[in-house]
């Protein structure tokens, strides 16, 4: 029996030793479904029926610490969170429910996180049934043999249709629905067969051999200002305490471990973690860079022999350069960039400059999600206002001279008579859709300047289409098309093929003829004029009205291909001015002048962040 | 030669907070409750004696060469409150024998004898809110007379023996044609009033006409046609014997202009009394309480009833002088502007004016910086581009 109560007491040492003894007692699982199904609402409820944090430190979507998370209601950082519960046989287990991202720049993270689990429960609501994320990430959790409890949720809902949706489970999903648990996590319905299921339906982790060299898998980590990196691990075998001395697979670099322990929301340290075991580590290691998702540690003096399969370094594929709006702002996004880094290791950045925007810095991300994570966190974490401009890809650029190079930042783009060649990365797309958008996703990817390479039925309306489309239409806005021509029933996942030779322009925007080059961007030939259209009439609707007619260009060279004018005023003239105005209107002007500390100048035009912004903008309404 | 220890004459600016109906236009304060009258009257007395001795004047002896009884509607006061009012300026403030005593008169407020009688109080100066002579235009900014009361007016202010008589008029109303601003101004001069005031509607925030534009309740005038009308109504008066000093305001001889005004516009200092009414001397400002109750209140129990005290920094006060200087055609004074602020003009600002002269907006002459005819028309635009980077 495990002692409990006091045990859980946050900040308090484990005061046993039987931990690795009760491995039938753990349980390690994700939740995965679709968007909006319901999955922090239970995983809320699962938490409060465990009784690990008291009514009055709860708020819901406990898991989603960032606001970007709960306003978005996606969740991108995962969380991991042990949950002690007595089971109806009696029994104390401990429940470590490991949260996972959802979108799928950060697929690599979610196959990460669900290689750390036994099980999954997979969410469908009960009204809307099975979605595209259901079916994605059901393949996600079946490739790593994972044990799968199907829930439907929402059965309380007056548009629930539990019937269709356990046929949907059975159908497309392949699984039994007979063994489907109801559930509606909001009104508190079913969350005890939950927790009962989770017990007696999924496996106990693998008691693998707590006494040979530790291999761990890190699946996440994140920067604790006191603490440094806090490595999120799950054990596989062997064992690891405080004072050992461990090393990572991909890099042999060392470190002495300092704490371990798992998570209750707070963490709850520990004399040690042994196989099967999911928790943290701290090991006085600086930056969260030094730590690689997927990675496998072991002891130094010990190693096992061969690492956990499955590590890839992640790598940016898009990238954006970053200015500060404000010119004094470059010295606080250094700042920035620096704290956000320590808590995301898939951020890169360097040194940029523009003759229009100044210093700032060139960042690689996993996608444009990502981007804007990376955007809106540095703008609300840290409270700078920023300028992004348009992402690119890498092109690989091979010179008259035979010399290639790879280029990401339209500034570098070498000119055009001295290049011979230009190639693009090519994806391989896998997209998932009910076969009846398959016309709306076949007209959307030929429209990419994608090929359609296969398509196969998984399910007698289910079907997976197989696209190798350049990967530079993919980051412009690719996923929020998809989803809005199946109606949010596409799923996608990608992976980089090759480079493919490709027709590339740099197209440059001008105002009144002078170039604003952080506005430059590198497309495609066949995309330029639309895209330099686009961009034209975007910043027509957002730079205001000044004295003088602003003329606004998109050209290649010296070729201009779109153009539109910004109307002056006729007059802008305060009419009165008397004893009781000027003050007034002098903290009118002292506003006016802070706010155009957010504006850029470009000859005599000031141009607003939101110009800036639209420009990057990819919506198409 | 300037004696520092005499400092340049200051104004004293009454506000008369009570109209008979709100002009939806208008963002003065005013309220339309006259039973507060005499309250109010007890408590101007009161802010005169309270604040003889008291506030950021007692430091240095002003003497006073204007006193200007704004609003609202200073003309539901009869001769007799107006007198009073006179009278305790008088006794609490050193005004100098020939002032310039001014009163602002709504056209459907007047009678002859109360024009008599403002002349005899010691009022030399009288402005009249016209607007326009024209019915359909007075309907549309809601103004309580007709033309026929506008004519009238002015010619009983002539047979009350005001010689200093100015008229405001207001264009760049909804449907209104080059043609009919024209006949406007016509009908102005007709009279050959000393000075007048030539506004372009504005919709300040707040006010109702603003809320209506904002919900589409009209369509506001053509900006271009607005923008024309600007230079068609300096050209006009210009060849009317009348030449602009300031934005809006014209006179038929420099001893014409408003010499109330024209402190506003030169950083002179200036006492406001009346609820909302704002006072300024050197760096410092301060305002009354926005509000008849509050204001009347607090002077009962003795105290100044300022609502808010401001001393503006070296920069705050170089941003003001150029704002209020580029208003003027005379423009900004470089000679003073360098003395003033120990710095130089040239260095300060020529950097962001030399475009805006290239341009043909500003130009400088001598000891002078002012805005061209067209410059005018961008007035807002151009301050903005000046202060901004303002190093100092």
């Known amino acids: ?621 | 030669m300037e004696n520092p220890c005499q400092a340049e004459p200051a104004g004293i600016y009454v506000h008369i907070p009570f109209c008979v109906w709100k002009c939806p236009y208008c963002d003065f304060y005013s309220i339309t409750d006259m039973s507060l009258k005499e309250a109010f009257l007890g408590a101007l007395l009161d802010e005169m004696q309270i604040g003889k001795e008291t506030g950021f004047f007692q430091k240095t002896r002003f003497s006073y060469d204007t006193l200007y009884i704004g609003g609202g509607t200073p003309s539901v006061l009869d001769a007799e409150q107006i007198s009073r009012i006179i009278e305790a300026a008088c006794r609490s403030f050193q005004i100098l024998s020939d002032a310039e005593i001014t009163i602002e008169v709504n056209p459907g407020t007047v009678t002859p004898e109360q024009l008599r009688g403002y002349r005899h109080a010691g009022v030399n100066r009288i402005n009249i809110g016209v607007q326009s002579f024209q019915d359909a235009n007075l309907k549309f900014l809601g103004r309580i007379h007709s033309a026929q009361n506008a004519h009238l007016a002015i010619r009983q202010a002539r047979d009350a023996g005001f010689e200093n008589l100015g008229l405001d008029l207001i264009y760049g109303i909804p449907g209104q044609s080059e043609k009919s601003w024209l006949a406007d101004l016509h009908r102005a001069v007709a009279y050959r009033p000393e000075h007048l005031s030539c506004y372009m509607l504005t919709f300040e925030s707040g006010t109702q006409m603003d809320d209506d534009r904002k919900k589409g309740r009209f369509c506001p005038a053509d900006e271009a046609l607005t923008a024309r009308l600007f230079e068609t109504t300096i050209s006009f008066l210009e060849d009317h014997g009348y030449a602009q000093y300031e934005i809006s305001n014209f006179a038929r001889s420099v001893s014409k202009r408003s010499r109330h005004n024209q402190k506003y516009w030169t950083d002179a200092p200036y006492r406001g009394l009346g609820p909302s009414a704002h006072s300024f001397a050197e760096a410092r400002r301060c305002w009354n309480f926005r509000s008849v109750k509050k204001y009347v209140e607090t002077l009962s129990t003795g105290k100044l009833p300022i609502e808010e005290k401001e001393t503006l920094t070296r920069e705050q006060r170089i941003l003001e002088t150029i704002y209020t200087g580029l208003r003027k055609t005379y423009g900004i004074d470089i000679d003073k502007f360098n003395k003033k602020f120990s710095t130089n003009f040239e260095e300060i600002l020529g950097e962001r004016i030399m475009p805006l002269e290239e341009k043909g907006l500003i130009q400088r002459s001598q000891n002078r910086c002012f805005l061209s005819r067209r410059g005018m028309l961008f007035f807002d635009s151009i301050v903005s581009i000046l202060v901004q980077e303002c190093k100092n």
Do not use: W
């Open chain 1, 1 to 621: 029996m495990i002692p409990q109560n006091s045990f859980f007491e946050a900040g308090r040492e484990c005061s046993s030793g039987d931990f690795e003894l009760n491995m039938k007692n753990i349980r390690n699982f994700s939740i995965i479904a679709h968007i909006d199904h319901g999955k922090s609402t239970l995983a809320d409820r699962l938490i409060q029926a465990t009784d690990i944090i008291s009514d009055r430190d709860f708020h819901d979507q406990i898991l989603d610490s960032m606001d970007i998370e709960r306003e978005r209601g996606i969740t991108i950082k995962s969380q991991t969170v042990c949950l002690p519960y007595t089971a109806k046989d009696g029994q104390t287990y401990f429940l470590n429910l490991i949260d996972t991202p959802g979108h799928v720049d950060f697929s690599y993270e979610v196959s990460r996180a669900l290689a750390s689990c036994e099980g999954a429960l997979l969410l469908v609501d009960a009204s809307q049934g099975v979605e595209a994320q259901t079916l994605a990430n059901l393949y996600l959790a079946l490739e790593h043999d994972l044990e799968i409890i199907p829930v439907i949720n929402k059965i309380d809902l007056p548009s629930a249709d539990i019937e269709r949706v356990r046929k949907q489970i059975e159908d497309d999903l392949g699984l039994d629905s007979e063994t489907a648990i109801l559930a509606s996590a909001k009104d508190g319905i079913g969350i005890e067969d939950v927790l009962e299921g989770i017990v007696n339906r999924l496996p106990p982790p693998l008691s693998g051999d707590a006494e040979a060299p530790l291999k761990a898998l890190i699946f996440d980590s994140h920067y604790d200002p006191f603490r440094g990196t806090i490595v999120h691990l799950r054990v596989s075998q062997g064992k690891i305490k405080a004072g050992d001395v461990i090393s990572f697979m991909s890099n042999n670099a060392s470190y002495k471990v300092e704490e371990v322990g798992i998570f209750q929301i707070v963490r709850v340290p520990a004399k040690s973690l042994s196989a099967g075991q999911v928790g943290y580590m701290i090991a006085g290691i600086k930056t969260v860079s030094d730590t690689r998702c997927g990675d496998t540690i072991t002891l130094k003096k010990q190693p096992c022999d061969s690492p956990m399969s499955g590590f890839k370094e992640t790598k940016p594929v898009v990238f954006s350069s970053i200015y500060p709006v404000a010119s004094d702002g470059y010295e606080d996004l250094v700042i920035a960039l620096e704290k956000l880094k320590l808590n995301d290791a898939s951020l890169i950045y360097e040194k940029d400059s523009s003759a229009a925007l100044g210093f700032g810095f060139r960042c690689g991300f996993l996608g444009l999600l990502h981007l804007e994570v990376v955007q809106e966190r540095l703008e609300r974490e840290y409270d700078l206002s920023l300028i992004l401009t348009a992402p690119s890809v890498q092109y690989e650029i091979i010179m008259n001279d035979g010399s290639s190079e790879i280029i990401d930042n339209p500034a570098l783009y070498p000119d055009p008579t001295r290049i011979q060649t230009t190639k693009e990365p090519f994806i391989r797309a896998a997209i998932i859709i009910p076969d009846r958008y398959m016309g709306a996703v076949m007209s959307l990817c030929l429209e990419r300047r994608g090929i359609n390479k296969n398509y196969q039925y998984l399910t007698n309306n289910r079907l997976e289409m197989i696209f190798e489309i350049p990967l530079a239409e993919v980051v412009y806005d690719f996923y929020d098309r998809l989803k809005s021509v199946t109606q949010g029933y596409g799923s996608f996942d990608y992976d980089i093929i090759d480079y493919r030779e490709t027709d590339l322009v740099k197209t440059d925007i001008l105002i009144n003829g002078e170039r604003v080059d952080a506005l430059s961007q590198l497309v495609h030939r066949d995309r330029s004029v639309e895209r330099a259209r686009l961009a034209c009439e975007r910043l027509r609707d957002e730079i205001p009205r000044q004295m003088f007619k602003i003329a606004i260009q998109g050209a290649i060279g010296a070729k201009i291909i779109a153009r539109k004018t910004v109307s002056p005023f006729r007059k802008d003239v305060t009419a009165k001015c008397y004893g009781g105005d000027i003050s007034r209107k002098r903290k009118l002007l002292e506003k006016q002048k802070k706010g155009k500390k957010r504006m850029k100048m470009v000859g005599q035009v000031m141009i607003p962040q939101a110009a800036f912004l639209s420009v990057l903008k990819t919506d198409n309404s």
